[in-house]
């Protein structure tokens, strides 16, 4: 009884009922026909492409990848069955499965095979252009009736919908990294997708095992758009006088498996720079750290440089002064006045972002719950469950002291990120939780 009454407790009741409430899309009822999807394409072979197969291939459901060249075809099956092979070696799955799941895979070269799939979803490079051709070309040989799907984390699914004929059949299903094995898939519902098509990928999403959560269309949807604000303080906060390592710490003891930095390193910081560089550069002061790192060749694990040092391929970070020499001449060189700061106020400035723009999500309708953005984070992002994911976070601290700190980081900044959502000044302002509106 006790251990029903704490507070970890509650918080894993409100995850458990929340990932089932997830489901459920108020103008969606059983009066809706799914559609019957017995065959997949893939569009791109690539580490998302294959772990996008495998989730299919595991769930009985016959995948054709289509890629530009035999050599990424190639590679990518090698890497499928790589995976499926360390399952096999580790006893996780047995012989005959893993030779059954591999004869639901085919490849092809040409988008004419592709034509009798019931569902179609492209996994190719994050660029507006590219994806434009890859729909124009499913819109000439797709069957009628057929799925057409994006995995995009960030771009407009209502303009990617826009290059075909028939935008009532397009929809967002943004798969996690490593797909194979993340639990989260956002739908993303565009303006024009069908009813029935949303209906059937929500179904699909249960029976690959992964949990399904809609999400309307705005810049990084749920997810994305909400960690967007968590790094920016997370990069504010190095340049003002915090360590990385601080930070990191902050996070890992509040129970994420790891700290921006740490994260950053691991994903490479060269991903950004790059992309950065190809749009001519960037003005966001947020961007100078990564940037100067990247110019001493310091790529993050890849390369044993990063904000910390990597020794010997053990990727275990070690705390490097001549990161930490970079961050203070750059901090200096924009002026600011280097302070400390208490492991709670790295906490709040790094978790309230997340809240504050939750918060948005739910008044624009991009999210349709508060429990819906807590089915993202934890599923997602490896928010810790015992906390019950970021909105749940934030009922706990109670609403007034949340918005009291947000206000007080608007005061000190004058960063328009920190700028109240309205729900949360209605909230406080009529004594409800977020939680309230899920009711």
């Not at 690959?208 to 604000?229: A, H, L």
């Not at 991009?366 to 749940?392: C, E, K, Q, S």
Request: charged fraction near 25%; aromatic fraction near 8%; proline fraction near 3%.
């Amino acid at each position: 009884i006790n251990l029903m009454m704490t507070s970890e407790s509650r918080a894993l009741r409100h995850l458990f009922l929340g990932e089932r409430a997830a489901s459920k899309i108020p103008d969606i009822d059983s009066s809706i026909q799914p559609r019957d999807i017995k065959s997949v394409a893939i569009i791109g072979a690539g580490t998302m492409g294959g772990g996008i197969a495998m989730n299919f291939m595991n769930a009985g459901i016959s995948v054709k990848m289509l890629e530009m060249k035999q050599e990424a075809l190639d590679k990518g099956v090698a890497i499928i069955r790589g995976n499926y092979e360390a399952q096999v070696k580790k006893g996780k799955l047995k012989q005959d499965k893993y030779e059954q799941r591999m004869s639901l895979l085919s490849t092809t070269l040409s988008y004419d095979d592709l034509k009798d799939a019931d569902m179609v979803i492209e996994a190719v490079f994050e660029e507006m252009g590219v994806k434009e051709k890859v729909f124009q070309e499913l819109d000439r040989v797709m069957k009628p009736g057929a799925i057409l799907a994006s995995n995009t984390s960030t771009l407009d699914m209502n303009k990617i919908a826009a290059f075909t004929k028939r935008p009532q059949d397009v929809v967002g299903t943004h798969f996690f990294s490593p797909a194979n094995v993340m639990k989260l898939l956002e739908v993303v519902r565009g303006k024009k997708t069908g009813k029935d098509v949303l209906a059937t990928t929500m179904a699909l999403a249960k029976k690959i095992k992964k949990t399904g959560v809609v999400s309307g269309v705005c810049d990084g949807f749920i997810g994305n758009r909400m960690i967007g604000g968590y790094s920016r303080q997370a990069n504010l906060m190095i340049l003002e006088g915090a360590s990385p390592e601080q930070v990191d710490a902050v996070i890992y003891n509040f129970g994420l498996a790891m700290g921006p930095f740490a994260m950053a390193d691991m994903v490479g910081l060269d991903l950004g720079w790059r992309a950065r560089k190809m749009r001519g550069g960037s003005n966001d002061i947020t961007a100078r750290i990564p940037d100067a790192l990247c110019e001493m060749d310091r790529y993050g694990q890849k390369n044993g440089l990063g904000y910390y040092r990597y020794e010997n391929g053990d990727r275990t970070p070690v705390v490097d002064p001549i990161a930490l020499e970079v961050i203070e001449r750059v901090s200096e060189n924009l002026g600011y006045q280097r302070k400390n700061f208490s492991d709670e106020e790295i906490l709040k400035r790094c978790i309230y972002p997340l809240v504050n723009i939750g918060a948005q999500l739910l008044d624009e309708g991009h999210a349709l719950r508060a429990g819906d953005i807590d089915t993202v984070y934890v599923n997602g992002y490896g928010f810790p469950n015992h906390v019950g994911g970021p909105m749940w976070f934030a009922d706990a601290q109670g609403l007034s002291s949340v918005l009291a700190d947000i206000q007080r980081f608007y005061t000190e900044t004058g960063d328009e990120a920190w700028k109240p959502a309205p729900l949360l000044e209605r909230l406080v302002a009529e004594g409800k939780t977020f939680a309230s509106l899920d009711q």
